[in-house]
């Protein structure tokens, strides 16, 4: 079966609501590249949404997991638990930010670790109100779209959403929304919408992903953690597309050197295997009862065993030296070719290995550029590259490179896609 073949069989068994990006079926994938069905190569800038950040079947992970099948596949960690379930916790709480004892459960989607990030804070605080921010995605499920500052396409024909959920402005420097603009806002919220008392929880990415990548500034986190502390509200790190060295930290609310009160975590926890946590102080992660907790997949030996693998690799590679080199390398590069396009590129931005581009359309002021951004995207796959793109205006293109990627590699790629870069600017 080639790819055509294979998007025409697609299409007509699978709901256009997921939908893909590429009609590139993949065969086989090897750290930071991919080949398709037809044996085409491409250099992957996406890892799966930041999930790969190992790179594509890194031997360590693929010993350990075959290792783990030929024992056992399933138990349900409620009913018998095993070792390295226990070993994962032990090493996810030690790695969080902050000095406080923390605790963990274990789920399976980034989605689930949100809504359950939810139900802890209502539980220890006895309140109803979340507050989120514009811009902000934090999953596909009821709650979790509520919380969710985008309409098209994440919310679109899908309510009524659950109340006692709001949002605030995001700041965002470069479209002209301050710190002081974010938090004048989250204080007029207190008075117009709920009282801080009855507010269970702030939820806030470090870096908004599918908004756009960008990064909060250390004072705004700093800003909220106070607020936090002076009102009895919990305080929600969702770190699921930024955590495990994706940003140059382990977590990315370690650049603004604040400890949140519960930490989503997902994605990159696993190279690639479906599992998701939520670490927390352990006062505010035992409120809830036994039982109130949990899933039937949550905390899977076979995720468990290659997460496991994955901070091995994390602290034996250097990758998060290695996640800072790739940022600056791109940087670099995309900042090289803003001084070619300035009218076009609006801002080059990164923390870490999440870099973006962000596309305009005048020198003068900021006019979104979505049209030239999605001729990147439709484009890439000719090019040899897998590129996703983001943004509140649907006008940035995200890299997420594997942290294990060479700069050889890198390089190819960048090279491709000024090449890229240059056709569809024509």
């Not at 117009?192 to 599918?210: F, L, N, R």
């Not at 382990?250 to 946590?277: Q, R, Y």
């Not at 999605?374 to 484009?379: D, N, R, T």
Request: glycine share 10%; with cysteine.
């Amino acid at each position: 079966m080639n790819n055509e073949q294979l998007q025409a069989r697609k299409t007509r068994v699978i709901a256009r609501g997921q939908g893909n990006l590429y009609p590139v079926y993949i065969e086989r994938g090897k750290n930071a590249e991919l080949w398709d069905v037809d044996g085409n190569r491409y250099i992957d800038f996406a890892t799966g949404i930041a999930v790969c950040n190992t790179g594509h079947s890194h031997p360590k992970i693929v010993a350990a997991v075959k290792e783990q099948l030929d024992r056992f596949s399933h138990t349900c960690v409620m009913v018998n638990p095993y070792e390295s379930a226990v070993e994962l916790a032990e090493k996810l709480t030690a790695a969080a930010p902050g000095d406080s004892d923390k605790k963990a459960i274990f789920v399976t989607t980034g989605a689930e670790a949100v809504e359950n990030c939810v139900k802890i804070a209502r539980a220890y605080t006895g309140r109803r109100g979340v507050i989120a921010f514009n811009g902000g995605f934090h999953g596909r499920t009821n709650l979790a779209m509520a919380l969710t500052g985008k309409i098209t396409p994440y919310k679109n024909l899908f309510g009524p959403f659950p109340g006692d959920i709001f949002h605030a402005p995001f700041p965002i420097k470069c479209h002209d929304i301050s710190v002081k603009d974010s938090l004048k806002a989250l204080d007029t919220l207190f008075k117009v919408d709920i009282a801080p008392s009855d507010v269970a929880a702030i939820i806030v990415e470090p870096v908004q992903g599918e908004g756009g990548f960008y990064p909060a500034p250390a004072e705004f986190l700093q800003a909220l953690r106070a607020r936090c502390d002076e009102h009895g509200i919990v305080l929600i790190a969702d770190e699921i597309q930024t955590g495990f060295g994706r940003t140059g930290k382990m977590f990315s609310f370690e650049h603004a050197d604040v400890e949140p009160d519960l930490i989503t975590m997902a994605k990159g926890i696993a190279g690639g295997f479906p599992i998701a946590a939520v670490i927390g102080k352990s006062e505010v992660m035992d409120a809830p009862l036994p039982g109130g907790l949990g899933g039937t997949y949550g905390g899977s030996p076979v995720a468990c065993t290659a997460a496991l693998k994955v901070l091995d690799i994390i602290a034996e590679e250097n990758l998060i030296d290695r996640s800072n080199q790739l940022g600056q390398l791109f940087n670099e590069r995309l900042r090289a070719l803003q001084h070619e396009y300035p009218a076009l590129i609006h801002d080059v931005r990164n923390q870490g290995a999440m870099i973006a581009l962000e596309l305009g359309k005048s020198v003068d002021e900021f006019i979104p550029n979505p049209e030239l951004t999605q001729s990147l995207i439709a484009k890439a796959a000719e090019h040899g590259l897998i590129l996703l793109a983001c943004g509140f205006y649907g006008n940035v293109i995200r890299f997420l490179p594997a942290l294990t990627m060479s700069d050889e590699l890198a390089s190819e790629g960048l090279d491709k896609f000024v090449e890229l870069f240059h056709s569809a600017a024509q």
